[in-house]
């Protein structure tokens, strides 16, 4: 999502050598007039850019969904392809695309930090009168705090949705229409609009207004039935499936796609990202190969969800732990040279009902050696045997240095490096200090164009709130 060098502000385009992009201070004035219909001469072009004045044989303009200022300097003529093609994808192909992020709690926040990552410019709307941010993700991220009780708090976001490029909204199905600012309203506003809609269950469905969590939303996917030990009831493995794999993750690839089509229809939609829905096509694989045997067994009895011993994890002497994914024959092979085992003292691998003697041959072996032993033993080898880090360990393994999969922020807090890693244009993550509610609160109104003196009204009546002198302390 990085701006085209070339189309950068102050400097011609590379398509059209008669459109300039200018500084709004070069318009010579913070808020110009709109021509009236007799002086526009492109009227056909009135959905994407507000005409302000003519400037000598030239006219300027303002893109209506980026606000971004531009001077069309052979203004009279009577071709306008160039130009309107120049500027919508200028803005609206990979670069500057401008992000409206409802506050929310884990999938949508993760969704825009993702976004935010890869460039996109993400305003995360916060409610006023809030202590502090619950959001953990906000990395590169600029926050507004409206108060949406007002109808003028209700006007001013509708005004920022629809001179934006996303909407990314977390809340129940209705919540949105209730104040006005449901999909169908912004897109006749914006057509160019894209709406994300994040939510458990979707839209529509007898589940659509119900609570959850991510163990339910994997419940209802019939994952859940799938994860956990023989003999033992379904284990949610944290609440990252639904949560994030299906829910944040996947919105954004929506979100992504949806820009993608954009640029050839030049229309925005809808999009309904449903974390059941999410969660049971990350799963697809276990769907699909149910047709060639791969889950016959009972939960935690088969080949890949802990019932084969050698795909399975094992204490070693210092209480640390291996991870063993030797399922090809080769791979086999070597893990039992490792673990000095001979092969035809041992029963086959894929003798089913062998598996619970091999799996103590396995824990007694891996229990004698230490972690560093025993990764000592097996780097360099396929056996696909690989030591269970910790958090305080990822960072300090020579692989993850030499990739500099993590990072640490200005704060040094250590996070992953976001991926994957692009060759011309990888993420650039931001490094400073989450946004505190709020803080950017003037800046943000006036890049969408109010003045001083609106953005003063709306902080003296309480409809937008302001923390910028906080996040300095």
Not at 282 to 291: C, I, M
Not at 409 to 416: A, L, T, V, Y
Request: net charge neutral; charged share 25%.
């Amino acid at each position: 999502m990085e701006v085209d060098k070339a189309g950068t502000a102050s400097g011609r385009g590379p398509e059209d050598p008669d459109l300039e992009i200018i500084d709004e201070a070069q318009a010579e004035t913070s808020k110009s007039v709109e021509l009236n219909a007799e002086k526009n001469p492109w009227p056909h072009l009135e959905d994407f850019f507000l005409f302000k004045r003519r400037k000598g044989n030239s006219i300027i303009m303002q893109c209506k969904m980026c606000l971004l200022t531009v001077k069309y300097l052979s203004a009279f003529n009577n071709s306008t392809s160039n130009l309107q093609k120049h500027v919508l994808s200028f803005h609206h192909g990979t670069g500057g695309v401008r992000v409206i992020e409802l506050a929310g709690l884990a999938p949508a926040p993760f969704c825009g930090m993702i976004l935010a990552d890869f460039g996109a410019k993400v305003i995360r709307v916060d409610r006023t009168k809030v202590a502090m941010a619950m959001d953990t993700q906000a990395r590169g991220k600029q926050s507004v705090a409206i108060n949406l009780k007002t109808t003028e708090g209700v006007a001013l976001l509708r005004k920022l949705c629809v001179q934006s490029d996303v909407v990314l909204e977390p809340y129940r199905k209705g919540v949105m229409e209730k104040l006005g600012l449901g999909p169908q309203e912004l897109l006749k506003e914006n057509p160019r609009l894209i709406y994300a809609r994040l939510t458990g269950y979707g839209q529509v469905g007898s589940y659509a207004t119900a609570a959850g969590h991510d163990i339910n939303y994997l419940a209802m996917s019939g994952l859940l039935s799938r994860l956990g030990r023989s003999g033992e009831k379904p284990y949610a493995p944290l609440n990252l499936l639904a949560d994030f794999a299906g829910g944040g993750l996947t919105c954004a690839l929506g979100i992504v796609l949806a820009l993608l089509e954009r640029t050839k229809s030049g229309k925005g939609q809808i999009i309904d990202a449903s974390m059941v829905e999410g969660a049971a096509y990350v799963g697809s694989f276990v769907w699909k190969s149910r047709s060639i045997g791969m889950w016959d067994r009972s939960r935690g009895e088969n080949m890949l969800d802990s019932g084969a011993p050698f795909y399975d994890t094992y204490q070693t002497s210092d209480g640390k732990h291996m991870a063993v994914g030797a399922i090809e024959p080769q791979f086999y092979r070597q893990l039992l040279k490792g673990l000095q085992l001979d092969a035809e003292e041992l029963p086959p691998q894929m003798s089913f009902s062998d598996w619970p003697e091999l799996r103590r041959m396995f824990t007694e072996r891996f229990a004698s050696k230490t972690q560093a032993d025993w990764s000592r033993i097996f780097d360099g080898t396929d056996a696909c045997v690989t030591p269970v880090l910790s958090f305080d360990q990822v960072s300090s393994h020579p692989h993850n240095q030499e990739r500099a999969s993590f990072m640490k922020d200005s704060n040094g807090e250590e996070s992953p490096r976001p991926a994957p890693v692009l060759s011309r244009t990888p993420a650039e993550p931001c490094l400073t200090s989450d946004p505190v509610i709020g803080e950017h609160t003037v800046k943000v109104l006036e890049e969408y164009g109010f003045t001083s003196s609106e953005i003063n009204q709306m902080l003296a009546a309480g409809v937008v709130e302001c923390n910028a002198a906080k996040a300095k302390l």
